[in-house]
């Protein structure tokens, strides 16, 4: 199978209903003001690689820098305003080509998109107007920024409505177009992990496993991953962010692989733990470790379901692993607090919320409701036997409880 998300893209009605959704929680007389950002400066004549706020492409669709979102409510009515950089051909010549303005309306839905320049002097013309402002106060941008300080010489810098905690809520919640782009980002995932297998034999080193994975996923469409995949060999794995993939990998040792296709701007994020043998076949240990570890992340989906919470999951699949080690001599039968001493070998939250960001935006006490996505990734790290691992799926919450939307590893 080869999945292709090149050019997958969600429709304008999408982006459409979600400004909808904003403007009904918007004050009246009231304009939004979003930034796209910039890609920070790398060096004198580069650049590091752009991706646009999150919170601006989620009302937009647009991944153009500097370009700016406005939704103005006014007598009851919401009109949305897109800002981009006009096209250039020259420019173009040297940094590709940019969105005539009759793309971005057809990606956003926005019929009015003006040139950026015009951006400050309809600013003006708002400040100089009785609106009140909007803004994301998550947004770090220099265009947020400087917005801020316009705002400080006026007197509307304390009654600023701030947004992004009522974007966060809209996040948490998957509509069915965006579990298709997750399951997207899923299958590019998983036919890259398929690719390498083959390939997986002592002596291959990190970086070839790595450059295998990044490869397929390009190949698939998928330019810029959800974050860096990483890979670490026997002792490697005890970093849980293990930066720089160079190692030999010997026979027996377990390999680390965690990584995630993008698709439409959505993350996947899935974990795998192999063998370096010529059969595949894991050791008494490594079996027992991978088994303990599927069986905390099926008590996981278990607990997966409305109204549950990240803190029940954490505490229900930290009782199952704490029963698993006491069973593997890992904690003492005589630890009179397993819960307490399974800390030593559980290292990190058994799930995260999954979206346009691999940890996505959310509310971490709220409790779970159907349509959010979270990737579940139970690890445990024994640093006596040498080694660790996660086992992650991406999960989402139904009416009655919870579905993989990956293929478990088996």
Known sequence: MFTDVTFYQLPSSEFSIRREKIFARLPNNTVAVLFAGKAPVASLDESYPFLPNRNFFYLSGIEQEESVLLLIKSGGVGQSRLYLYPREPEKEKWTGRRLAYEEASEISGISDVREL???????????????????????????????????????????????????????????????????????????????????LRPGISEREVYAILESEMIRRGSFFQGFKTIVAGGENTLCLHYPTPVAMIQGGQM????????????????????????????????????????????????????????????????????????????????????????????????????????????????????????????????????????????????????????????
């Open 255 to 410: 390999i680390q692989i965690d990584l995630g296709a993008r698709a439409a701007g959505y993350s996947a994020d899935i974990s795998r733990a192999y063998t370096a043998n010529t059969d595949g076949i894991r050791n008494s240990r490594q079996q027992a470790l991978f088994e303990l570890i599927c069986e905390c992340k099926e008590t996981a989906l278990k607990t997966i379901r409305p109204g549950s919470t990240i803190a029940k999951v954490n505490e229900e699949t930290r009782k199952t692993a704490a029963s698993g080690l006491r069973d593997l001599g890992v904690i003492p039968r005589s630890e009179k607090d397993p819960l307490e001493a399974v800390k030593k070998y559980y290292w990190h939250n058994t799930l995260h919320h999954l979206g346009l960001d691999v940890h996505d935006v959310c509310d971490r006490e709220a409790a779970f409701a159907a349509d959010m996505v979270f990737a579940v990734e139970p690890g445990i790290y024994i640093p006596e036997w040498g080694f660790g691992f996660r086992v992650e799926d991406d999960v989402l919450v139904t009416a009655d409880g919870s579905r993989y939307l990956s293929h478990p590893q088996k």
């Open 117 to 199: 320049s015009a951006y400050e002097r309809d600013l003006d013309e708002l400040l100089g107007s009785d609106i009140n402002f909007a803004w994301d106060e998550s947004d770090m941008s220099h265009q947020r920024y400087s917005l801020e300080q316009t705002l400080a010489k006026t007197d509307r810098f304390d009654s600023v409505t701030e947004i992004s905690s009522f974007l966060t809520q809209l996040r948490m919640l998957k509509s069915p177009r965006e579990q298709e782009a997750i399951t997207r980002a899923i299958q590019v995932t998983e036919e890259s992990l398929e690719v390498l297998l083959p390939q």
